[in-house]
């Protein structure tokens, strides 16, 4: 035990309706490790599990925004011109970036 980081073992009993619950909410952060789940809850009093689809959306905006720029980039660099509608195109993308990181902004302002 000596190479251990947490020498000092606690242990503690249960009823099983307990250990039900204690699992229930383990499955519902996606945790299988109940020495973690139990360590947190003890030391922090929670755990909080960050799902935002929101940010998947964002990173997905984010690649087509620069997939877009690359794109015209390379025309630029061909043609030597730039068109109103590719900058548009550009535009929009990049305000849907912005919406989208207000949004996952203001959910996780709401955490508190």
């Given at each position: 035990m000596a190479n251990r980081e947490r020498e000092i073992q606690l242990k503690f009993r249960v009823t099983p309706e307990e250990r039900e619950l204690?699992?229930?909410k383990m499955a519902q952060l996606g945790t299988q490790n109940m020495a973690a789940y139990l360590r947190k809850m003890a030391l922090d009093g929670y755990v909080v599990r960050l799902e935002l689809p929101e940010l998947r959306e964002m990173?997905?905006?984010?690649?087509r925004s620069s997939n877009n720029l690359n794109q015209l980039t390379r025309r630029v660099h061909e043609?030597?011109?730039i068109y109103d509608a590719d900058l548009e195109d550009l535009r929009q993308g990049q305000e849907k970036l912005w919406e989208a990181a207000e949004h996952i902004l203001s959910a996780l302002a709401a955490l508190k």
């Open positions: 204690i699992e229930a990173v997905s905006l984010l690649r043609t030597g011109r």
